[in-house]
C-alpha cells in the first residue's frame, strides 16, 4: 500500500492519533502547570528527556499531518477562497470560544483585582481580539498570577501563529504555480537549505523566535511533500526502523529533533491506514484534539488555582476529562456546524474578489495556476 492508496478512503486512524498526541501534551503540560518539573528534572532526568521529546515531536507530527491534509484540501478543492474559507472556519471559531470564555468568563472569576478594576482594564478588552487572532498570546490583569507558570492564560496557542503562517505561505506557493510534483524538488531543497542553515549552520542570537519557525515550516513541508509523492510513499516499517535507529544515534545531536519527528511520522503513516476494524468507530466521535489543545492549558491553570495541592495521577486524569467533555461539545455545537458553512463562505469570497477585479478593471479569470 502506498500513501496514495491510504488518501482515498476516509477510513482511517488519523482523528485518534491526533488525539494521542494532543493528550500526550497535556500530561506533559501537567507536570509544568503543577509545578514538578524541578523535581523531575532532578530526580528522574531521564524519564523527564523521554517526555518531552515526546511531547515536543507530537508538536511536530501535528504540522506534518496539517501539511499533508491541507494540501490534499488545496489541490482537490483548487481554489484559493475555498481553502482560505476552510482555514479560517477550522482555525478561528474555536480560538474565539475559548478566547471569549477565559476573557469573560474565568478570568473575572479567578482576577486578584475587584470585578470593577479587572473590566476597566484595556487588557481585558484587547484580549478576545488578540488572542482570537491567533496571531498573539495576551494575558489577562492579575489573572493566574501566582501560578508555577505564572500569568500565562493560555500559553500553548503560541504556536497557532505558525499554522496561520504555514497556511499563508501554501496558499502563496499554490498562487506562483510550484505546487506540483515537477516542480516541488526545487522548493524542498531551498527549504531544506534553509532548514539546515538557520538550525546548524549559524549563531542564532533569537532562536526562541527563530527556530520553532523554521522547524515548525520544515515539517508543513515534509507533509506537503508526502502528499504530492504519494503515490511514491509505501507504507511498512522499514521507514520507522531507518528514523528510528538514527534516532538513537543522533541522540546527542542537534538532529535528535527531525529524525524523531521522520520516526513519528512513519509509525503514523502506519498506524493511521493499516489498522482496521472497530479502532476505526473512534471516527465517529469527531475531530477533538484541536480544541482539546486549545482547551486543557486554562483548564489545567484554574483547577490548580483551586486545588493546588491535587495528587498528580488525579490532577492529570481531571484535566484531560474536561478538555475532552469540552472539546465533544466545541466539536458537536461550534466546529462541525462551522465546517458545514464553508462553501457559503467561499462563494461569499469568491463574489468579494470578483467586485474588486471588475472595479479594477481586471478581466475574470477563468483557469487557476494549477490548472493552467
Known sequence: MTVGEGLQSKANNFNLLRMVGALFIVFGHSILLTGRYE????????????IE???????????????????????????????????VLRILPPLLLVSVTLALVVGPFVTKL??????????????????????FVPGLPAVFTDMPIAGRVNLPT???????????????????????????????????????????????????????????GMCFMIGTAIYFYRHHIPINGWPLLLFGLLTFLF??????????TLAFTSAILWLGF??????????????????????????????????????????????????????VLSWNLLERPALQRVPRLADWLEQRVARVRWSLGMRPRHSTPAAE
Open 251 to 260: 541522540y546527542d545531536t542537534g538532529w535528535r529533533q527531525l529524525m524523531a
Open 39 to 50: 523535581a523531575l528534572h532532578r530526580d528522574s532526568p531521564f524519564l523527564l528527556a523521554g
Open 158 to 216: 503560541w504556536t497557532v501563529r505558525f499554522e496561520i503562517v504555514c497556511y499563508c505561505g501554501l496558499a502563496m506557493v499554490w498562487l506562483l504555480g510550484l505546487l506540483r510534483p515537477a516542480r516541488l524538488p526545487l522548493l524542498l531543497a531551498i527549504g531544506t537549505a534553509i532548514y539546515c542553515y538557520s538550525m546548524y549552520g549559524i549563531e542564532v542570537h533569537n532562536a526562541e523566535v527563530l527556530i520553532p519557525r523554521v522547524s515548525f
Open 114 to 135: 475587584a470585578i470593577p478594576a479587572y473590566f476597566a482594564d484595556p487588557q481585558t478588552w484587547l484580549y478576545v481580539p488578540l488572542a482570537g487572532s491567533g496571531l
Open 274 to 327: 493499516v489498522p482496521k476494524g472497530p479502532i476505526l468507530a473512534y471516527n465517529r466521535v469527531g475531530e477533538l484534539s484541536y480544541s482539546v489543545y486549545l482547551w486543557h492549558w486554562p483548564i489545567g491553570q484554574t483547577l490548580f488555582s483551586l486545588a493546588p495541592g491535587l495528587a498528580f495521577y488525579v490532577y492529570f486524569p481531571l484535566v484531560a476529562l474536561l478538555s475532552v467533555a469540552i472539546a
Open 53 to 87: 521529546l515526546f511531547a515536543y515531536t507530537f508538536l511536530h507530527i501535528f504540522f506534518v499531518f496539517s501539511g499533508l491534509m491541507v494540501a490534499m484540501s488545496l489541490d482537490r478543492r483548487q481554489s484559493l477562497a475555498n481553502y482560505a474559507a476552510a482555514r
